[in-house]
């Protein structure tokens, strides 16, 4: 059973950064592409970035480009995001994602977490 727990969201005023987390279980981690996607009220389920399994390639959004990075941890089964700059757009439910190999399309992903919500203040 392939499990997904993100922690790490919260309220944040603009300009500010923060961290989040996503723990997996359940298997190879290192074998599997992962994802943050994140969905905001009323809107579809965007990615946000994307890393490969070996953490050597990765994607980003254009939003987000240059204000986020992605990375992971394979020893410790865990995947960051680390959110810089953040702005009131960035408000959302951010979701990790493992599947196959890194897409951009939601639906390439078999396991998902719960989510976690991030809200940034102006």
């Known amino acids: 059973q392939v499990q997904l727990v993100e922690s790490g969201g919260g309220l944040v005023q603009a300009g500010g950064s923060l961290i989040l987390s996503c723990a997996a279980s359940?298997?190879?981690?290192?074998?599997?592409?992962m994802a943050w996607f994140r969905q905001a009220p009323g809107k579809e389920r965007d990615v946000v970035a994307t890393i490969s399994g070996s953490g050597g390639t990765t994607y980003y959004a254009d939003s987000v480009k240059g204000r986020f990075t992605i990375s992971r941890d394979n020893a410790k089964n865990a995947m960051y995001l680390q959110m810089n700059s953040l702005k009131p757009e960035d408000t959302a439910v951010y979701y990790c994602?493992?599947?196959?190999?890194?897409?951009?399309?939601?639906?390439?992903?078999?396991?998902w977490g719960q989510g976690t919500q991030v809200t940034v203040s102006s």
């Open positions: 359940g298997r190879t981690f290192s074998e599997y592409g």
């Open positions: 994602a493992t599947g196959l190999v890194p897409t951009r399309r939601a639906n390439g992903y078999a396991y």
